[in-house]
């Protein structure tokens, strides 16, 4: 089991960048794969970005891809979301989410593929 904690939200202006950060407890961090996903009132939770459990491996969603970096350090039990040029569409709730499994077992995407959940970092972008 894992217990994730987020932070780095905020309130920022369109063309800002922010760095979301989740911590994990446990001694077994590297083996889950991670995902950052993100969700607006009514909608359904989103995926964000994702990266293996050994870091090689990430993906994005398309409306972040070349603005947004997922990285990881297991090491420090840390998972980052480098955010840059936020737009006013990227203002969410964001949340951190581990999986027990491979990268590529499932459907990665997905929120239901996914087993421990942080509580949650509000970035609000502003025009």
């Known amino acids: 089991q894992v217990q994730l904690v987020e932070s780095g939200g905020g309130l920022v202006q369109a063309g800002d960048s922010l760095r979301l950060s989740c911590e994990a407890s446990?001694?077994?961090?590297?083996?889950?794969?991670m995902g950052w996903f993100r969700q607006t009132p009514g909608l359904e939770r989103e995926f964000v970005a994702g990266i293996s459990r050994a870091g090689g491996m990430t993906s994005y969603a398309d409306s972040v891809k070349g603005r947004f970096t997922i990285s990881r350090d297991n090491a420090k039990n840390t998972v980052l979301l480098q955010m840059n040029s936020l737009k006013p569409e990227d203002t969410a709730v964001y949340y951190c989410a581990a999986r027990p499994r491979s990268f590529y077992s499932g459907n990665y995407r997905s929120y239901r593929e996914y087993d421990y959940w942080g509580q949650g970092t509000q970035v609000t972008v502003s025009s």
């Open positions: 446990g001694r077994t961090f590297s083996t889950y794969a």
